[in-house]
């Protein structure tokens, strides 16, 4: 595994290697996680499944996203589902033509339509692309999940002091008012789930099972078993 930032052009050119995009998002995680927390997620779930693939290479994680959900709080930064879009476009067409094939690695829920249309036009382009979701089975957002995740990989970035209970109502039952007013209007800290409790050791678990289940997918689809995007 090696990281396209640092590698040189000559050792690229040799490699033959599958590129790793991590996409996340700069948006608010609630009091107590930094704003770069998905691109942070997103970082170490691409860099766990090139670690298990030969010769793949990790690119500089894109740390915008589509986060309009998370409007209304201060830090929030988003690029909207168009612009993610086009950028993943641009960036998968362009890295074809070093590598054999591109995997994008979301780390934002919100990611989720844009890549999926981004994927699913390289492939019908011809390229091998795929985009590759990892699911914690956890709350929604800013909660345990996160903050588990967060202490694992960055621990000195979570503000314990300020952990604090968000909306607990589940996520089904709050869609509908979340697309329509986001967020803030459902939970004013901007936490949906409950991060109290959370701790160092469930982040490395979550991480290695969500890794795990998705290196195998991947691995099948790199060897040509399995082709679907
Ligand atoms: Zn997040």
Known sequence: MSELAAATSPELARSGGVLLVPVGSTEQH??????????????????RLAAGLP???VAPALPYGSS???AGFAGTVSIGQEALEAVVVE????ASATFPAVVVVSG???NA???RRAVGRLVAEGRRARLVAPAFHGDAHAGRTETALLLA???SLVRSEQVAAGVTTSLPELLPELRRSGVAAVSPNGVLGDPRGATAEEGHA???AAVAGLAADLRAWLDGQEVAP
């Open 113 to 115: 339509a844009p890549l």
């Open 68 to 70: 309009g959900e998370h």
């Open 91 to 94: 960036l998968g067409r362009s």
């Open 206 to 208: 979550l991480l290695e």
């Open 30 to 47: 609630g009091p107590h996680l930094p704003l770069g927390t998905d691109t942070l997620v997103a970082e170490a779930v691409a860099r």
């Open 55 to 57: 010769g793949a290479v």
């Open 153 to 155: 990989l960055a621990p």
């Open 108 to 110: 934002h829920g919100g």
